[in-house]
C-alpha cells in the first residue's frame, strides 16, 4: 500500500494558517502606517488590552 501524499494546498490546518499570516501582514501595515507601530508592538499591546 502506497502512503499518500499530502498537498499542502488542499491540507486545511495550512491553509488557515496562509490565511491568517496574510491578514497579520496586512494589520501590520496598517498599524505601521497609521501609528508607526510594529507588528511585535501591535501584539503586545493587544495582549496587555485584553487584561
Same mark, same amino acid.
Given at each position: 500500500?502506497? #502512503?499518500?501524499? *499530502?498537498? *499542502?494546498? +488542499? /491540507?486545511?490546518? %495550512? !491553509? *488557515? %494558517?496562509?490565511?491568517?499570516?496574510?491578514? +497579520?501582514?496586512? /494589520? +501590520?501595515?496598517? %498599524?505601521?502606517? !497609521?501609528? =508607526?507601530?510594529?507588528? #511585535?508592538?501591535?501584539?503586545? *499591546? +493587544? =495582549?496587555? =488590552?485584553?487584561?
Amino acid at each position: 500500500m502506497e #502512503p499518500e501524499i *499530502l498537498e *499542502l494546498e +488542499s /491540507f486545511l490546518p %495550512y !491553509r *488557515l %494558517y496562509r490565511l491568517a499570516d496574510t491578514v +497579520s501582514r496586512e /494589520f +501590520s501595515r496598517i %498599524y505601521k502606517e !497609521r501609528h =508607526g507601530l510594529t507588528r #511585535p508592538e501591535w501584539r503586545t *499591546l +493587544s =495582549g496587555l =488590552g485584553q487584561h
